[in-house]
């Protein structure tokens, strides 16, 4: 390996590590203008209908009250594309949990009190919240989230289906589940002679700056969003949320600073969730275990306030070869918070499901369960045709279950055993599309022989400073330490948000070329530089968001190794290994943080995650985390995270593909395989708690 302070793919420090762990770093709530006043939000307490009346008398007259904002006297905001971000502009309430309220205080406990003592009067409409399959308001949507067609069909997979030798029909379900990055949504917001300054909690600066400017009918010139130091995502932030406009709005109407922190228990009815899903999994196969048919059909939910499709059957259009096939979405509109973004969108609770599924198929035909998956590798992608970019799942499987020890494994059901202990291991496949948005970027050479580069990326706690730095190093062709980096920032070049494993890739793709160009003219450049340096810059619109030829996706496998205790029902993981194919990986550190917190969320999916709406009060009983259980560090063994470098000309410069998702996508259901393995028994419903693996033992 080259010089590991500036290669691509060194285990370089990340460069805002010493600033957090000593405090230095500032999050959008920490700064602590002058005059800052705080705010709480009032949630609305019912399910739906309209807030007939609202006093606020009682909260005006407790001591550091400045004011409240309702839908009586808070300002109308201009046309939102996003109709979540329409808050305070009417008396509707379409969900529990709705803001429908904002007390602003000279602290924040004040602010806390004067919510508390607003009192409102509802006109209440009955509500619906609960999913099922047979709903009678189901229908087809025209797309799903990220713009797949909703349904897909190839040949005839119902008669298929129904003349294969073997066949797998199952159901599965995943439950709600909730973002709670450890930083809660925040913004503090202030206006300077017309124009608006925010620090906000968000995954992309740059779109949080557009909708802002509409929204307070500004020019965009005269807003600026500041996200330099950002707790987690995990998709929550990766749009504009309502707190950022309840801050612009009351620091406007107050004249002063003012910083809105959503409370931990407000998120899931505020920021999205993971809308659960029903899937009905269906495998038809010959003897020797070739995919004849393949069945995947997905029930979500939605709220009347925004259509939010999660795509959980796309996956499968792109996991194995079957030439009858036929995938589906139906939704169903709820009296719900509106669902949205969460780690893996789509792959995570769909290949749950078809991996599961997989794993029964290879139980009906006594075959390997990596075999099964070998066997019915496709030469391209099976829905679009496509050849793959690259396609290395089989070496992960291999490469995996030699690291695994996987050709020692007994394949029978309750074949080990420590005292009360059943002990198992599963496997399963994961996969996550490469998606590039266009950005800009600009570099610049100074006459101390430093270099500056400047992108309006979003480092969530990725460590995409250090990444972009080493692109920019390796372009440049000068050590790490002469690169300084600026982020977060929505008056730097224009960059797309963090999510959907794009961000590296799409931000790293304008560096490169920024900086290839400014090597260029300093190849041509002659004399010292001037003061102000010598600057180039890039836009890779056109070339980035270009239609490709190949289908390009990153896949990985997992293993898991459980033990189930017989007496308690619990679950415990005792490893974790995973194996991924992700084209040349940028930062050998960071990288490998990227995969173990996917695979540890995924572990929290399989076994401790999982949130309940409540029919009758049409609320999350699982909104904070002492109810909504993440993995703790007891419960996250050894994990392990490798890689197969792979070289495909045919993604970016960098030959990178996004590692922030893959990491979660198979994990709960090699889980899921390993407590089958253990037990004999099948579960098919998430989480794994207890009680539901209990009551199986005893059935």
Not at 331 to 350: F, H, I, K, N, Y
Request: glycine letters at 10%.
């Amino acid at each position: 390996m080259a010089d590991t302070g500036t290669a691509l793919g060194a285990p370089a420090e990340r460069r805002e590590g010493r600033d957090k762990v000593t405090g230095l770093a500032r999050y959008a709530a920490e700064h602590t203008l002058p005059g800052r006043a705080h705010a709480w939000p009032v949630p609305a307490a019912i399910a739906r209908g309209s807030v007939r009346a609202i006093d606020t008398t009682a909260a005006l007259r407790l001591p550091g009250i400045i004011a409240v904002l309702t839908h009586e006297n808070a300002p109308r905001l201009g046309d939102a594309d996003d109709p979540t971000l329409a808050v305070l502009q009417n008396s509707h309430v379409p969900h529990r949990g709705w803001l429908i309220a904002l007390v602003v205080g000279e602290t924040l406990e004040a602010a806390r009190a004067g919510a508390a003592a607003v009192r409102v009067e509802y006109t209440e409409q009955d509500h619906d919240v609960t999913l099922t399959e047979d709903h009678p308001c189901a229908y087809v949507p025209e797309e799903a989230n990220g713009g797949y067609p909703a349904r897909t069909e190839h040949g005839d997979p119902e008669g298929a289906f129904g003349s294969a030798a073997v066949r797998v029909d199952a159901d599965y379900r995943v439950p709600p589940l909730h973002n709670h990055p450890m930083e809660p949504h925040a913004a503090t917001a202030r206006w300077d002679d017309g124009r608006l300054v925010v620090h906000d909690s968000s995954q992309g600066a740059t779109v949080v700056h557009t909708v802002l400017a509409a929204l307070f009918r500004l020019p965009e010139e005269h807003v600026t969003v500041v996200s330099e130091h950002v707790g987690g995502g995990f998709g929550s932030k990766g749009t504009p949320r309502a707190h950022v406009v309840l801050a612009a709005m009351a620091a406007r109407e107050t004249g002063r600073p003012v910083t809105v922190a959503l409370p931990r228990r407000a998120m899931p009815a505020v920021v999205g969730h993971r809308a659960p899903t029903l899937h009905r999994v269906r495998l038809g196969a010959t003897p020797e275990g070739t995919l004849t048919s393949l069945l995947h059909e997905v029930t979500t939910h939605t709220s009347h306030v925004k259509e939010f499709v999660e795509q959980a059957a796309v996956a499968a259009r792109v996991m194995y070869a079957a030439p009858h096939s036929r995938t589906s979405h139906r939704v169903v509109p709820l009296d719900v918070p509106t669902p949205s973004w969460m780690r893996a969108p789509g792959e995570c609770p769909g290949m749950y499901a078809l991996e599961s599924a997989m794993d029964e198929l290879a139980a009906a035909l006594g075959m390997d369960p990596i075999e099964l998956r070998i066997a019915n590798e496709p030469d391209t992608e099976p829905d679009s045709g496509k050849p793959f970019s690259s396609r290395h799942l089989v070496e992960c499987l291999r490469e995996g279950a030699r690291r695994f020890d996987w050709s020692h494994r007994d394949p029978r059901p309750r074949s080990r055993s420590a005292g009360p202990l059943f002990v198992g291991s599963g496997v399963a496949a994961a996969t996550y599309p490469v998606l590039i948005w266009p950005s800009t970027a600009s570099a610049q050479a100074l006459p101390d022989g430093t270099f500056t580069v400047r992108v309006n990326a979003t480092d969530i706690g990725t460590g995409a400073r250090t990444v972009l730095a080493q692109i920019a190093a390796d372009a440049l062709g000068i050590p790490l330490d002469r690169i300084r980096i600026e982020v977060g920032n929505s008056d730097l070049p224009s960059a797309p948000l963090a999510g959907g494993s794009s961000g590296t890739a799409s931000w790293g793709w304008a560096v490169h070329e920024a900086c290839t160009r400014l090597k260029a003219s300093l190849a041509e450049h002659t004399g010292p530089l001037p003061e102000r340096g010598l600057t180039e810059s890039a836009d890779t619109a056109g070339t980035a968001d270009a239609d490709s030829a190949y289908a390009r996706h990153a896949f990985g496998a997992h293993f898991a190794e459980v033990t189930v205790d017989t007496v308690t029902g619990e679950v415990r993981v005792s490893r974790l290994l995973g194996v991924y194919a992700a084209g040349h990986i940028l930062n050998a550190r960071t990288a490998r943080s990227q995969f173990i917190g996917g695979m540890t969320m995924g572990l929290g999916m399989a076994l401790t995650e999982g949130s309940t709406m409540d029919a009758a009060f049409g609320d999350f009983t699982e909104s904070d985390l002492a109810s909504y259980h993440v993995p703790a560090h007891a419960d996250v063994p050894a994990v392990e995270a490798h890689w197969i470098d792979e070289d495909d000309p045919h993604l970016n410069p960098m030959g990178s593909k996004g590692i922030g998702e893959i990491g979660i996508v198979g994990t709960a259901a090699a889980i899921g395989n390993a407590v089958h393995h253990a037990t004999g028994v099948r579960y098919r419903t998430l989480p794994l708690t207890p009680d539901r693996v209990l009551g199986g033992l005893k059935a």
